[in-house]
């Protein structure tokens, strides 16, 4: 994150102002590198690691009146969301057992999450689905309790993409008749906020995600462990993650801004910037054998970070505040 400095480009002295007097002394300060102005905020939930410069804030808030860039790599993935299915009478949340990961039908969906569905996951939906009860003799401490069907109504562990809901009753469990919708209002939220927190510069978002047309059918969720992908089972024991409906979260940090934003995937982002992965000459090899391994290394990883079955399959959210958006040009 950069600070703001009064020598920006915008408020420096013309330089034909700026020459020395003849009578006196210049009024114009040096300005300061790039290296002297800039300041670098990590912004985790995790304790410092004891290894890090001093010269490196951390904190577990994003700042207020950013004057700079603020850099999201796979964060909105990980910010909690709820899951629902499209049942016979409408959209219903997804309930999960916090303990095996078991996944019932729970109640109708609220009807700022039925308009988020109408309007970003294009698919079925019904007005009666916000306001539909399957048992209108249920009291509301009925809603409250746990039933006998072995489902624990519990609040999930930190960290966890999913929402504890729960409602009594011998639960229906979702199977693959039903379509799936990953709600990301949570999402769209959580990256309006960070772009409002910008006084002037840029918010970067990095992240697997879809966009409206084309959402997964049976949605992305999942869990990590030791780098390993294992279910979902959100009991703190793994990093529970779902991916981003882009489109939807530019749209938030759009209306924030009040600017225009850009989206783009990794590979075309990295590309433009002049990283096309291509393989170095092998006449290379005969000349400067040295130079040619470095080039090769080099075309390797290239290659890893612009595959679209892998990391080029990134999507690079740039919204900007204050500023112009200019197109991504190699340099």
Not at 28 to 35: F, I, K, M, N
Not at 184 to 196: F, K, L, M, T
């Amino acid at each position: 994150m950069i600070p703001a400095w009064t020598g920006s480009p915008e408020t420096l002295t013309p330089t034909a102002s700026a020459r020395r007097s003849p009578d006196g002394p210049s009024s114009v300060t040096a300005r300061p590198s790039l290296a002297e102005r800039i300041r670098f905020t990590a912004v985790e939930y995790a304790h410092r690691p004891e290894n890090l410069p001093e010269e490196i804030n951390w904190t577990a808030e994003i700042p207020d009146e950013i004057n700079g860039l603020l850099l999201a790599t796979e964060w909105l993935d990980n910010v909690p969301l709820d899951v629902a299915v499209h049942s016979k009478d409408g959209w219903r949340y997804v309930l999960v057992d916090p303990d095996s990961g078991l996944e019932t039908i729970g109640e109708p969906v609220t009807p700022d999450d039925l308009d988020w569905l109408s309007t970003w996951w294009p698919g079925l939906t019904s007005s009666s689905s916000a306001t539909s009860d399957p048992d209108p003799g249920l009291t509301s401490a009925d809603a409250t309790s746990g039933g006998e069907s072995g489902f624990r109504a519990a609040r999930l562990a930190q960290g966890s993409s999913l929402t504890a809901r729960s409602r009594p009753g011998c639960p229906e469990t979702p199977n693959g008749d039903y379509l799936r919708a990953e709600i990301g209002r949570s999402r769209d939220q959580a990256w309006a906020n960070a772009v409002r927190k910008i006084s002037r510069g840029l918010a970067v978002a990095v992240d697997y995600g879809h966009l409206s047309g084309d959402r997964p059918v049976d949605g992305t969720l999942t869990g990590y462990r030791g780098g390993r992908q294992v279910h979902p089972v959100p009991d703190g024991s793994s990093d529970v993650t779902a991916h981003v409906a882009m489109d939807s979260v530019a749209s938030a940090g759009a209306a924030v801004a009040r600017c225009a934003y850009s989206l783009v995937l990794q590979r075309e982002e990295l590309r433009a910037l002049g990283a096309d992965g291509g393989r170095p000459p092998l006449s290379l090899a005969g000349t400067d054998p040295v130079g040619y391994v470095r080039a090769l290394t080099a075309a390797s990883a290239v290659a890893e970070l612009t595959d679209p079955a892998g990391l080029g399959g990134h999507w690079w959210l740039r919204q900007p505040v204050g500023i112009p958006l200019g197109p991504v040009v190699a340099r």
